[in-house]
């Protein structure tokens, strides 16, 4: 029986998500220069729900992951992500700002993605994007 454990364990199918902090703002350009403009896909998505004017990816992260394991990424200063991919494509996402969690959601993710995030102290919003497909750059 350990044999089989350890070969279905190595079969265990594995999915990379890509994960975005994305910064929404009224303002023409960002508030750092390492900032860029989201891809045409992900503006489209945000425009259509919210109303800022401009949206800025500030960090982007790769992570595989396989069934019921969790990976943690540090975003920002205080924000971080966890993941954890229950039955493909399911997954729970869980968002924390300094520490404390903020959001928890469960949904499959396949050709959508999944967007949450919320307003910031100076009136901007701030969301995070996890999603299967590679993000592209603005074009």
């Not at 910064?23 to 998505?45: E, F, I, M, Y």
């Not at 800025?56 to 205080?78: F, N, Q």
């Not at 924000?79 to 903020?102: A, F, M, Q, S």
Request: contains cysteine.
């Amino acid at each position: 029986m350990f044999g089989s454990d350890a070969i279905q364990a190595a079969d265990a199918p594995k999915l990379t998500f890509h994960v975005q902090l994305i910064r929404g703002s009224d303002s023409d350009t960002p508030d750092n220069p390492a900032w860029r403009p989201v891809g045409a896909r992900l503006d489209k998505n945000l425009h259509g729900v919210f109303r800022w004017k401009n949206y800025w990816e500030v960090k982007r992260e790769a992570v595989t992951l396989s069934k019921d394991k969790v990976a943690r990424l540090h975003l920002a200063r205080e924000r971080d992500v966890e993941l954890k991919l229950l039955d493909p494509p399911n997954t729970r996402i869980r968002l924390y700002r300094n520490g404390e969690l903020i959001r928890c959601s469960h949904q499959p993710i396949g050709e959508h993605m999944s967007i949450l995030g919320g307003e910031s102290k100076t009136g901007e919003c701030w969301f995070v994007v996890v999603r299967r497909d590679k993000p592209r750059e603005a074009e």
